[in-house]
């Protein structure tokens, strides 16, 4: 389409179509003059993402399937040896039991919250940018300053337990980060906090994307305000929610700052897999074994966000 | 009925100052704890409003990660402004100068914008190392720019997709070429690309900690959030000085997001892919 576009209008490659070129000649005709120096111009930034995303995460995988655990580097190849390690490692798979439980909170709360902001907002409210502006900021935080502000909200003896306590509320006493079971819980909690309000701008987005004729044509036909959420409004947000749903999940595999902060929690209750990943690597040097947990993390996320890009382009050629 | 409409109208604005004293909750702790005397700093107290204004907490913090604000400051912003431009050139070529495969390698450029890094974080480290950027500041800036490729490239494609094609034709016409539409016709127009672009790239990067933990092992050249995360590591029982210090880390970008927030929200939804 691009180059009958550009054979309208400029001269040279109207020539190139007269004449009987060869064919050699002809499929490289988009390859010549501005075309050919925008393909260089951008070839920098090619090169740049094939190394550094795409041959790093093979070396990775490579890394992965050798003896190095070690500060000396070792490529002898000792096959799954690795992965046997590290899917009977406890650590590990207490970092996949938090990894399931931080995904349901923090995509479920990321979600809902994101959601029930956005419906409200869209209410036609007074002051809506001071409420967008408020429910969004925690995004411009980092998760490390999350982290520091949650870690002492969510302490045992201080922060929301003292709140609780002070008005009556002891049932809702949490021992949040420190129980061993359900700690990555009160985690997703501080994440859900940071990346809630991208959710709703995501979703009100679309909600104003939706036209007025929609609504009033259900109004007409007898829907109350619920079943017009229900049938209508939440149907066409699909497309949203399957973002937020890829965003989160990913969100879920990567997080990596708060854990940081808050620690691993008793009984690495409240550890993330990129945290052990971190540890392993670069504090006990275990560098095939670290390669190992990056491969599981990569292999994670392309479930998640090879289909989502798979379905956008081919929304991109419809 | 207006009553009732009344009544509703009431609940959506409760509920909504409820949420709004939810997300503003540990922002509050950390500017009241921020404020506090020492004296005043008390789990029990931790709720309370300080008793005047009172920079204790900050004056501990600030001689503890002075060194690594202006670090940040020296990292965040060449390489928001480089990656700034690489973008706005890759976004230029993939909206208007389409080749045979382009749409795919834009595809793979989204796709390594959404891998995690700690997939290529060991790889980085021996490359850095090869090319001796290892722990140095023109690395980590290095790396910010090409981990920004994807979103920069993501965010101009999407802003220069709205320039008619017919303008690019007319360019054309009068003679000007590849740079010569960049120039003339693309960059006069993309300033409030470029103002969601630098404003995005500026929060992603002041507040990133894994690179920065990862390539710049020295504490001395550690960015901010790496030495608020030290902190928080060190002084366990003084949270006055760990809470001041999230404070300072969190007032840039913050204050630009005050200031700038209708470019924000953009760059919000544009980061999406969807947008």
């Not at chain 1, 000396?72 to 490692?89: A, H, K, M, Q, R």
């Not at chain 1, 409420?131 to 922060?159: C, D, H, K, N, Q």
């Not at chain 2, 709205?162 to 007319?170: F, H, K, R």
């Not at chain 2, 002084?235 to 700038?260: D, E, F, K, N």
């Amino acid at each position: 389409m691009q180059t009958t576009n550009g054979r309208a209008v400029s001269g040279d490659s109207g020539i190139a179509a007269v004449a009987p070129a060869s064919r050699a000649r002809r499929r490289l005709s988009w390859l010549r003059g501005d075309r050919a120096l925008a393909v260089l111009v951008l070839s920098p930034s090619i090169i740049a993402v094939a190394v550094f995303i795409y041959s790093f995460i093979l070396w990775s995988f490579y890394i992965s399937t050798v003896k190095w655990n070690d500060f000396v580097p070792n490529y002898t190849f000792v096959g799954l040896e690795n992965w046997i390690t590290i899917f009977s490692d406890s650590r590990f798979l207490t970092d996949l039991r938090n990894l399931v439980l931080y995904a349901a909170g923090f995509m479920s709360q990321c979600i809902i919250l994101g959601f029930i902001l956005a419906v409200l907002i869209d209410q036609k409210i007074t002051g809506e940018s001071i409420f967008r502006t408020i429910f969004i900021f925690p995004f411009a935080v980092s998760g490390i300053v999350t982290g520091v502000a949650w870690r002492w909200l969510m302490r045992p003896e201080a922060g929301l337990n003292l709140l609780f306590h002070s008005v009556g509320l002891d049932f809702l006493r949490s021992p949040w980060y420190t129980d061993p079971n359900t700690g990555i819980l009160a985690v997703s909690v501080a994440g859900a906090w940071q990346f809630s309000g991208y959710v709703m701008a995501l979703y009100l987005a679309a909600l104003r994307g939706i036209s007025n004729d929609l609504r009033e044509a259900a109004a007409i036909d007898g829907c109350n305000t619920f079943n017009l959420y229900r049938y209508v409004i939440v149907p066409l947000l699909t497309p949203t929610t399957f973002t937020a749903i890829v965003l989160t999940g990913m969100g879920s595999i990567r997080v990596f700052d708060i854990p940081a902060v808050i620690g691993t929690g008793a009984a690495f209750g409240a550890d993330a897999m990129a945290n052990y990943m971190f540890t392993l690597t670069f504090t006990s040097l275990k560098y095939a074994l670290g390669a190992t947990i990056a491969s599981v993390m990569i292999l994670l996320s392309a479930f998640l966000v090879v289909p989502y890009l798979l379905s956008m382009r081919r929304e991109a050629e419809q | 009925m207006t009553f009732q409409r009344l009544w509703a109208r009431g609940a959506i604005y409760i509920v909504l100052l409820c949420f709004a004293a939810y997300y503003l909750m540990p922002i509050y702790l950390l500017v009241i704890t921020s404020l506090k005397t020492n004296a005043e700093v008390n789990i029990d107290w931790m709720w309370r409003l300080p008793n005047g204004i009172h920079f204790d907490g900050i004056n501990q913090a600030w001689p503890r990660v002075s060194a690594n604000f202006i670090n940040s400051i020296i990292i965040t912003v060449p390489a928001a402004i480089i990656s700034s431009f690489i973008g706005s050139i890759n976004g230029y070529i993939f909206s208007k100068w389409k080749f045979r495969g382009s749409n795919t390698i834009f595809i793979l450029f989204l796709l390594g914008m959404f891998l995690p890094y700690q997939g290529i974080l060991i790889p980085l480290v021996q490359t850095l190392m090869f090319l001796h950027l290892y722990a140095t500041i023109i690395g980590v800036i290095f790396v910010h720019c090409i981990f920004g490729i994807p979103i920069t490239a993501l965010m101009f494609r999407s802003y220069f997709a709205g320039v008619p094609s017919e303008l690019v034709d007319a360019c054309k016409i009068d003679g000007s070429g590849f740079f010569g539409i960049y120039r003339y016709l693309m960059l006069p127009i993309a300033f409030p690309a470029f103002a969601v672009v630098l404003i995005w790239q500026f929060t992603t990067i002041w507040n990133d900690y894994l690179i920065g933990l990862v390539v710049l092992s020295n504490p001395l050249l550690a960015p901010i959030n790496v030495a608020v995360q030290n902190l928080a590591g060190t002084y366990t029982t003084q949270w006055q000085v760990q809470m001041s210090g999230a404070l300072i880390a969190a007032l840039p970008t913050i204050v630009v997001y005050l200031a700038l927030g209708k470019f924000f929200m953009r760059g919000l939804l544009a980061g999406s892919v969807k947008g």
